[in-house]
């Protein structure tokens, strides 16, 4: 099949375009820099200079293709880029445009925690572009992922480096809330095998690794895997936000923000069963994931 990917050079979605690209798609980006594009995907990949933001350039993209894959999202709000622009009006324009170009197949990275009274506005609209997703009248399927982790994340890279560098673990909060971290090669699986499967269609899939973890349990895990014991200071989150906002307005890329904040002090765990029967999933345990790209 021929796909549209949005999204295609983030940290996800360049391991779900080699996976598609590797089973034997053929796969069209949407691509707002071509040049770096071409550095960081396969040269097999067909790339369509565009941007969510411009509804207007995602029709030359979409023309010869038979279904999308739609994996843009933000967690820093910059401009104009706003949770409501990025994920509910670029969802429902990329729909259209899909509807226009005569495309049943649709599928959609959401987050696991998207609900409509969710306490943060990240997952309040990742819930409502799951509505219209929902509502398009298009073969969809949604999946909903915990924490992703992989080679060159912002998750466990990043607390990794810290272990390496710092005297003591600095962990935000008591760190006692659950999270199901996944391996990115799970999440892109379930995308590749998805694409050409009708016992997919219209189903919400939640997506979690093997096991449930606080936070402390995945530092702790991180520590052994590169062989270092070091202290938890825990920070009360009342005196990490202030440096959230600043690092948010300074930084393109902050290490922490006001809407991570309000994630991890909920558990953000479920029962990937469905995923697991329908793609035949074998999901890695924590320490044995990371172990492929952190090294003592």
Avoid at 98 to 103: F, K
Avoid at 155 to 163: G, H, K, Q, S
Avoid at 181 to 205: D, E, H, M
Wanted: aromatic share 6%; hydrophobic share 40%.
């Amino acid at each position: 099949m021929r796909i549209f990917v949005t999204g295609g050079t983030g940290f996800v979605g360049r391991e779900v375009v080699r996976q598609l690209h590797g089973v034997g798609h053929k796969v069209h980006c949407l691509v707002r820099n071509p040049e770096r594009a071409g550095r960081l995907l396969p040269s097999a990949v067909e790339l369509h200079p565009g941007d969510l933001t411009d509804p207007s350039s995602l029709s030359a993209g979409l023309k010869e293709c038979q279904a999308v894959v739609h994996l843009v999202g933000i967690i820093v709000e910059k401009g104009r880029s706003t949770f409501e622009r990025i994920h509910v009006q670029g969802t429902e324009d990329l729909l259209k445009a899909a509807a226009e170009a005569g495309i049943r197949r649709f599928i959609h990275m959401s987050a696991l925690g998207s609900r409509p009274n969710a306490a943060g506005r990240y997952h309040q609209t990742k819930y409502r572009a799951e509505q219209a997703v929902i509502q398009s009248g298009l073969d969809w399927t949604i999946f909903r992922p915990s924490v992703i982790y992989g080679p060159g994340d912002q998750f466990v890279t990043l607390l990794a480096r810290i272990i390496q560098a710092a005297p003591v673990v600095p962990v935000i909060g008591r760190g006692e809330s659950r999270v199901q971290p996944i391996s990115v090669r799970n999440v892109a699986s379930c995308f590749a095998l998805a694409v050409g499967n009708p016992l997919s269609y219209r189903k919400i899939y939640e997506l979690g690794g093997s096991q449930r973890l606080t936070y402390n349990q995945i530092y702790q895990s991180i520590a052994h895997v590169l062989e270092k014991k070091k202290m938890a200071l825990h920070i009360p989150i009342p005196l990490v936000k202030p440096s959230a906002l600043i690092s948010e307005l300074l930084l393109p890329k902050p290490p922490i923000t006001r809407e991570q904040l309000i994630m991890i002090q909920e558990d953000n765990v479920c029962d990937p069963s469905e995923a697991v029967h329908d793609f035949g999933l074998e999901l890695l345990d924590f320490e044995e994931g990371i172990r492929e790209f952190v090294k003592p």
